[in-house]
């Protein structure tokens, strides 16, 4: 596959020099085994000569394997290092990773699903995750970093062709791990700006719904996923579990407002516990009015 | 104390037709560590049935993009139960408790392990162990699906029972460590007259090295167990960052275990490898002490190299090139043996019977998973194929290529001692290759799979990702046909195979100069040594050969 980072040479080259140096070790030692059992095979050579070993060839094979394995070191560092040096003018994204959606929030405040950045300019990424741990990867760059919470992972690329990268989570984050896939899509710098500079005002609506990371787990077409569907719930009957005990409600404002500050209070019955991470800190008040007025239009 | 037995000499009968030896209780109270390491076999073998059953599952899952046959949910848990099973409960104990216990002391001239009843509390221990394990995968919510790693906070987060998993493993562990220490203390203290710890043959260093590990890596699971309980029971935050704790910290002692844990598995591997290769040359082994030292030396150096699984995580970049450096280091003495063992060949007097076949099958095998794991310890290329299925392809390669096919090799070497009975060779070297053609159509697909970016513990995937997944589907089919077929070769010899003569192969160490199968005390009359372990000059001599020029 196709770099397409600055960096994504180096470390190709590092993959060449070690899988070339192995791919050749390891067609010496197969040979080496092959011609030996056939050429001193018991039929044609019937007397073994008793070598007990050689000093100089112990010290070869140890000091020439050394010598290889620390080149192969210094590739692998020499590439590692460009992507650890942060460079001062690169663009800050934040990266959040979440059960099980990407959100990218960029200086001005605009947020997207997919990252879309300038190609030839660098960007920063602030690594973030509001739950368990997911490791953001873009195979076409070369880079993977993980989003550790409670940590602020960091990491950077340019990318140097315009195009559509996949973007996967590479780090066991529970049911729909592999679901969690975006896009980087890289533009021409002129045709970003213009981007970043609508100003698309505070998300609304459905789109609200996709930033927050709410259609991860409710559908909004009335299939089930990890959690209830947002089809149609707005003033139905529920039966949910409090402390346990099943009982009925309505599902109304009041509910709605609950499950996202304390999801596990009134659990809906038949539904796991313990996924949905309680949403005071990351979605404001009035974002939970527009989510709760979006959820009664979704008949 | 095992010199008691001493009075037993004499008894020729073989171990497995002494008197009561048909019930079932005299194998559960059994202190012979040949018995001790059947029944080791018998339970493992079941374990490992059940984990390939579910790795044929997986694979079938993966045969196209999409939802074949199992949901995302099912699907991992299943691969969360098929590494716990094979690795907890196959690999790591494997090698050691199956033919270490039943061929360490036939080799060492001495009649048992040291502690023969601790022996036998060990496989107690073990079986306790391995129930917790399976019941902690059952209790508290239903199958757990973090993986084998169990990584904070996502396995601390979900309902399923963390604590008594991690306590199974320390119980596993517990049960590792005495046998580890039984193993420790018979290598110095039972060793035949004459036998040197310089004479002794190669897999008894194999399994030194591993009992060391085993006993000084296992405690740090008793630490985790610890913090994991504080953490879960009186909410201290060690983990959990939402307690403030570091998830970090938990990769850290995940692996400060179970990393050298790998070379627990590896290297009485390649002290069989060290067996087989100078019994089917003829002639000894090339470098005995070399191969010796660099047992010892991987058991040091792997205890430093924990953190190149965590390249990843947010370590410093200072701590991430230390260990990439010290994670190279690792590669050297596993070299030398490679080396060592072809050199071994060279002017050898090669037959080449079933053994020496999955040896040098092994070889192959270990040498792809020793070679792709350069890359993963190189900084820059591990980033791109760090938690890929290239990560997967290559551990298969060392964990499954390396310890499994060293145990089936070593297996095909000594089952003939074990039973007295010869199995089919030509069933053992076919079955061998169909596994060979289906082993690498599997994880050596993963390995370009992982490099065309593919993540691991994937139940979907995309488009591009479809047919290299299913050449690997099929092969699991092909791996698993010879699987079956070469087990049910072995099994079927038990019963059913010629007599086997008392040294088949022509080898020179001491657990061919007794019976097959070796009476209960191994020995007719204690052995003494006066010649290195692969002296060949008596097998030559016998077989009409001049001394070797």
């Keep these: 596959m196709n770099g397409a980072s600055s960096y994504s040479g180096l470390v190709d080259n590092a993959f060449i020099f070690i899988l070339g140096t192995s791919v050749l070790l390891l067609i010496g030692v197969t040979l080496a085994m092959i011609i030996m059992v056939v050429k001193y095979r018991r039929s044609k050579h019937?007397?073994?000569?008793?070598?007990?070993?050689?000093?100089?060839?112990?010290?070869?094979?140890?000091?020439?394997?050394?010598?290889?394995?620390?080149?192969?070191f210094y590739y692998g560092w020499a590439g590692f290092k460009v992507m650890r040096d942060i460079p001062d003018d690169a663009m800050p994204v934040t990266v959040t990773g979440q059960m099980w959606s990407w959100v990218f929030e960029y200086e001005n405040g605009k947020q997207s699903t997919e990252l879309i950045?300038?190609?030839?300019?660098?960007?920063?990424?602030?690594?973030?995750?509001?739950?368990?741990?997911?490791?953001?990867?873009?195979?076409?760059?070369?880079?993977?970093?993980?989003?550790?919470?409670?940590?602020?992972?960091?990491?950077?690329?340019?990318?140097t062709r315009d195009g559509e990268y996949n973007i996967f989570c590479a780090e066991y984050c529970g049911e729909r791990h592999s679901a969690m896939l975006s896009l980087v899509k890289s533009i021409p710098p002129r045709e970003f700006d213009e981007w970043l500079g609508v100003d698309p005002g505070p998300p609304e609506g459905a789109q609200l719904l996709t930033i927050k990371g709410c259609t991860a787990c409710h559908s909004l077409d009335g299939s089930k996923l990890i959690g209830p569907t947002f089809k149609g719930v707005f003033g139905i009957t529920e039966t949910v579990l409090t402390d346990g005990?099943?009982?009925?409600?309505?599902?109304?404002?009041?509910?709605?407002?609950?499950?996202?500050?304390?999801?596990?209070?009134?659990?809906?019955?038949?539904?796991?516990?313990?996924?949905?991470?309680?949403?005071?800190?990351?979605?404001?008040?009035e974002e939970m009015d527009a989510i709760i007025e979006v959820l009664k239009e979704l008949k | 104390m095992a010199d008691s037995h001493g009075a037993a000499y004499g008894y020729?009968?073989?171990?497995?037709?002494?008197?009561?030896?048909?019930?079932?209780?005299?194998?559960?109270?059994?202190?012979?560590?040949?018995?001790?390491?059947?029944?080791?076999?018998?339970?493992?073998?079941?374990?490992?049935?059940?984990?390939?059953s579910l790795g044929f599952l997986i694979r079938l899952e993966l045969m196209e993009p999409g939802t074949q046959f199992i949901s995302a949910k099912v699907y991992n848990s299943v691969f969360t139960l098929h590494g716990v099973i094979m690795i907890f409960l196959f690999i790591v104990p494997g090698i050691p408790a199956i033919l270490g216990n039943f061929i360490l002391p036939l080799q060492l001239g001495a009649d048992d392990v040291a502690m023969p009843k601790l022996n036998l509390l060990s496989w107690y221990i073990y079986m306790v162990g391995a129930i917790m394990a399976l019941v902690s995968l059952f209790v508290g919510g239903g199958v757990p699906d973090g993986g084998w790693t169990f990584y904070a906070p996502y396995a601390l987060k979900s309902d399923t029972n963390i604590s008594l998993a991690v306590m199974a493993a320390f119980v596993l562990g517990f049960s590792s460590i005495l046998t580890g220490m039984n193993f420790i203390t018979t290598i110095h203290r039972l060793r035949a007259p004459g036998m040197g710890m310089f004479g002794m043959p190669l897999f008894c260093w194999g399994l030194y090295a591993t009992s060391w590990i085993q006993v000084i890596a296992t405690p740090v699971v008793g630490i985790t167990l610890v913090l994991v309980t504080m953490e879960r029971w009186l909410g201290i935050g060690f983990f959990d960052p939402a307690?403030?704790?570091?998830?970090?910290?938990?990769?850290h002692l995940f692996w400060i275990y179970s990393h050298p844990v790998v070379y627990v598995m590896v290297l009485p591997a390649m002290g069989i490898i060290s067996e087989i290769l100078p019994a089917f040359s003829r002639r000894t082994i090339f470098g005995y002490k070399a191969i010796a030292m660099s047992s010892m030396a991987i058991a040091v150096v792997g205890y430093l190299v924990w953190g190149h699984h965590m390249f990843t995580a947010g370590m410093s970049d200072t701590a991430r090139w230390v260990f990439s450096l010290l994670t190279f280091f690792v590669a050297v003495p596993t070299g030398v043996k490679i080396f060592n063992?072809?050199?071994?060949?060279?002017?050898?007097?090669?037959?080449?019977?079933?053994?020496?076949?999955?040896?040098?099958?092994?070889?192959?095998?270990?040498?792809?998973?020793?070679?792709?794991?350069?890359?993963?310890?190189?900084?820059?290329?591990?980033?791109?194929?760090?938690?890929?299925?290239?990560?997967?392809?290559?551990?298969?390669?060392?964990?499954?290529?390396?310890?499994?096919?060293?145990?089936?090799?070593?297996?095909?070497?000594w089952w003939p001692k074990i039973w007295g009975r010869m199995y089919n060779e030509k069933i053992a070297i076919g079955a061998f290759a169909v596994i060979l053609v289906g082993f690498n159509m599997i994880y050596?697909?993963?390995?370009?799979?992982?490099?065309?970016?593919?993540?691991?513990?994937?139940?979907d995937y995309l488009p591009e990702y479809a047919n290299l997944n299913f050449i690997a589907t099929v092969g699991s089919w092909i791996l698993v046909t010879g699987i079956l077929v070469m087990l049910y070769n072995l099994v079927r010899a038990i019963k059913h195979g010629k007599k086997a003569p008392d040294n088949p192969w022509g080898s020179t160490t001491l657990e061919w100069k007794t019976t097959s199968p070796p009476p209960l005390f191994n020995f007719a009359e204690a052995p003494t040594v006066t010649t290195g372990p692969y002296d060949f000059t008596e097998i030559l001599r016998e077989a009409g050969v001049e001394e070797g020029r």
């Design chain 2, 243 to 251: 307690l403030g704790g570091d998830p970090v910290l938990y990769q």
């Design chain 2, 444 to 459: 050596g697909t993963m390995l370009v799979l992982g490099m065309k970016g593919m993540p691991r513990r994937y139940q």
């Design chain 1, 117 to 159: 950045v300038p190609t030839g300019r660098n960007v920063k990424l602030n690594l973030e995750s509001v739950d368990v741990i997911h490791s953001f990867f873009v195979p076409a760059f070369r880079l993977k970093e993980d989003c550790v919470p409670g940590r602020h992972n960091k990491a950077w690329f340019k990318s």
């Design chain 1, 245 to 285: 005990v099943a009982r009925e409600i309505v599902v109304d404002e009041e509910y709605i407002r609950k499950s996202m500050l304390e999801p596990d209070a009134d659990l809906v019955e038949g539904y796991p516990k313990g996924l949905m991470p309680p949403q005071g800190t990351l979605v404001k008040d």
């Design chain 2, 12 to 52: 020729t009968g073989s171990y497995l037709k002494t008197p009561s030896n048909g019930n079932l209780w005299s194998w559960l109270t059994t202190v012979d560590h040949k018995k001790i390491g059947l029944m080791y076999a018998a339970a493992m073998f079941t374990f490992f049935l059940v984990g390939m």
């Design chain 2, 341 to 413: 063992w072809l050199a071994t060949l060279y002017r050898g007097s090669i037959e080449f019977r079933a053994p020496l076949a999955y040896a040098l099958g092994w070889i192959f095998l270990f040498s792809i998973g020793g070679l792709t794991g350069l890359a993963n310890g190189a900084l820059s290329t591990d980033i791109h194929i760090h938690d890929t299925a290239y990560v997967v392809g290559h551990f298969h390669y060392t964990m499954f290529g390396g310890a499994a096919i060293g145990m089936f090799a070593g297996l095909h070497y």
């Design chain 1, 46 to 72: 019937p007397n073994p000569a008793q070598i007990e070993g050689s000093v100089t060839l112990e010290t070869l094979w140890t000091v020439l394997p050394t010598i290889l394995v620390l080149v192969m």
